[in-house]
């Protein structure tokens, strides 16, 4: 119990020291404003990485990645896909809001695509760009790849691997990585089969690693889910992948 309050508090004080070093940039959709952030080395001429938030919008998981992937030599730019003012209060507006964006994948794609654009103004080098995503951002990464927008890799981290099948599947030009927790819930067998489909009819470099003794929200410390062992592992993951793929 100790233990928790204290990797709690550590955790918050993390987050706010990290939000601190992070630039606020605004920028448009017609007339929704979205309101992202920026690693402190905007501006220099380095490899980016777009970060995709979980389904309640910026969070200091995402935040905690981006500073990471600063000391890693990235810029990085999480996203705002919901806009100013439809920030989710709870669980259920957010998974109102989430599920918008994963039916209308082409205004995900859209929020997305201008996310990208914002961090290659701030530097990042055009064909040196890849995304990563947790939870709902994680749909949002592989929706990158579907979608053919111009990054090198997507990794797709606890993310709904599920896709409409009505949907056909095209080529997949960015290299795929996918992190799964062997007991999400969400995923299931058919999501797992149809993926694998989907990449392989899409002639995709693809892979898929599954962490056992996790579930959903495996990598997120505030998370009952929280699988330590198996996180500071897929984050390993994460860096080497990016590494291959943008330097």
Not at 29 to 49: C, E
Not at 98 to 111: E, F, I, L, M, W
Not at 154 to 165: A, F, L, N, P, R
Not at 168 to 196: Q, R, S
Request: charge should be positive; charged fraction near 20%; hydrophobic fraction near 35%.
């Amino acid at each position: 119990m100790i233990r928790n309050l204290l990797l709690t508090a550590c955790i918050m004080s993390t987050g706010t020291i990290f939000g601190q070093k992070l630039k606020t940039v605004s920028y448009q959709d017609g007339s929704q404003k979205l309101n992202g952030l920026v690693t402190s080395n905007a501006g220099k001429k380095l490899p980016g990485v777009l970060i995709l938030p979980a389904w309640k919008g910026i969070d200091d998981e995402a935040k905690t990645a981006a500073a990471e992937l600063e000391k890693q030599g990235y810029i990085a730019f999480i996203a705002d896909i919901y806009g100013e003012g439809n920030i989710p209060a709870d669980n259920a507006s957010a998974g109102k809001s989430s599920g918008y964006y994963k039916q209308n994948y082409d205004a995900y794609q859209k929020r997305i695509s201008l996310a990208l654009e914002q961090l290659k103004k701030n530097g990042a080098i055009s064909d040196k760009i890849a995304v990563i995503g947790y939870c709902f951002g994680g749909t949002g990464a592989l929706e990158s790849a579907r979608g053919s927008l111009p990054v090198a890799g997507v990794v797709s981290i606890h993310g709904s691997i599920g896709k409409d099948q009505t949907r056909k599947n095209g080529p997949i030009a960015a290299k795929i990585l996918v992190e799964n927790p062997a007991d999400d819930k969400g995923v299931t067998p058919e999501d797992y089969n149809n993926l694998i489909k989907e990449m392989n009819e899409g002639n995709a470099d693809w892979q898929i690693i599954t962490y056992a003794h996790s579930k959903h929200t495996f990598t997120d410390p505030k998370s009952p889910d929280y699988n330590e062992m198996m996180a500071k592992r897929a984050w390993n993951h994460t860096v080497m992948f990016l590494k291959e793929v943008l330097k």
